[in-house]
């Protein structure tokens, strides 16, 4: 496994890390992810059916929605959303003492799967913004953004084919696909609940963590192993940072969701509450300060739902 990361004891890794100076900065993170995404995209509308142009562009409306097209399909620069997860898996890559560069093909491809959701999300939702802009079936109406989200999605498991390219053996590409369509089940597994938990005024704190445990938390979890895998990482070690993935998923829906209360006074200045999804439920979450350790060495934090005598969405954090 040459510099792969492995595991000498309980929550311990250890290895030779890739040196720092040969890690992608985060300028060169996105203009690599940037350019991996629109080559894709390119060959993918070059091999695409023949059009008029009174039909919709397919693939202009997926760059639009990366942040790579205004609403007449001209190339523009918009804001392409924090791309966590992406990096994550190249983290994650590094950390286990693999190649980044290796790991770009899967990075693109949790991208693009994460944006399939988002458009659908937004139809569920009825949500007429995505990053400050008008979301996808606000324009072109549901049904094609319907389209829109299964070519994007279809389109990630090709970019993720592409990690043979660079020298990954079948059976990890297979590893990782596989794992990939799994965390989309999940995904929509948490969808399904939390579209349900709309309709419902008991929704109890374990099945609001294994709601965002699927919706959120899946893909962040996939990051962390997908990146892992690549550096071919020994199995526990794999399993470690995939459980921080999971943690930090569960972390960063839990903090959203206390952000979109209006009661956590933390939220950058930049970024507006959301409305939608996992922190939309009526529900009050409270944050207990009692932590506790998992057996990767995360910490976890419990939280408690309770919904009040209107139903109206509170909450009270403690962090």
Request: net charge neutral; aromatic share 6%.
């Amino acid at each position: 496994m040459g510099n792969a990361l492995r595991c000498s004891g309980p929550g311990t890794l250890v290895g030779r890390p890739e040196p720092l100076e040969t890690r992608l900065s985060p300028a060169s993170f996105d203009e690599r992810l940037d350019k991996t995404l629109l080559d894709l995209l390119a060959e993918l509308e070059d091999e695409a059916l023949p059009r008029t142009r009174q039909d919709l562009p397919i693939y202009g409306i997926l760059r639009y929605h990366l942040g790579y097209a205004d609403e007449s399909f001209q190339p523009a620069t918009f804001d392409a959303g924090k791309r966590i997860r992406p990096r994550i898996c190249l983290l994650a890559c590094q950390a286990a003492g693999g190649d980044a560069e290796q790991a770009m093909p899967v990075a693109a491809a949790i991208e693009m799967v994460h944006n399939f959701t988002l458009i659908h999300d937004d139809i569920q939702d009825h949500s007429d913004l995505r990053r400050h802009r008008p979301t996808v079936w606000s324009l072109w109406d549901t049904a094609q953004a319907i389209n829109a989200g299964d070519a994007l999605f279809a389109a990630a498991h090709m970019m993720l084919m592409r990690s043979s390219d660079l020298g990954l053996s079948p059976t990890i590409v297979l590893a990782l696909s596989s794992e990939l369509h799994r965390t989309t089940l999940r995904i929509v597994e948490g969808q399904v609940l939390d579209l349900g938990f709309e309709h419902r005024s008991d929704v109890a704190p374990d099945e609001y963590l294994a709601m965002i445990g699927g919706k959120s938390a899946a893909i962040m979890r996939y990051a962390c192993f997908a990146g892992a895998t690549v550096a071919e990482a020994d199995p526990e070690a794999i399993e470690h940072l995939a459980a921080f993935g999971q943690a930090t998923g569960m972390a960063f829906q839990i903090r959203t969701t206390c952000w979109a209360s209006g009661r956590l006074r933390t939220r950058p200045a930049s970024r507006p509450p959301t409305t939608s999804g996992a922190a939309r439920n009526p529900c009050r979450c409270c944050c207990s300060g009692t932590a506790s350790r998992t057996a990767t060495g995360n910490w976890s934090r419990r939280c408690i739902l309770r919904t009040n005598s209107t139903g109206t969405r509170s909450s009270t954090c403690w962090t």
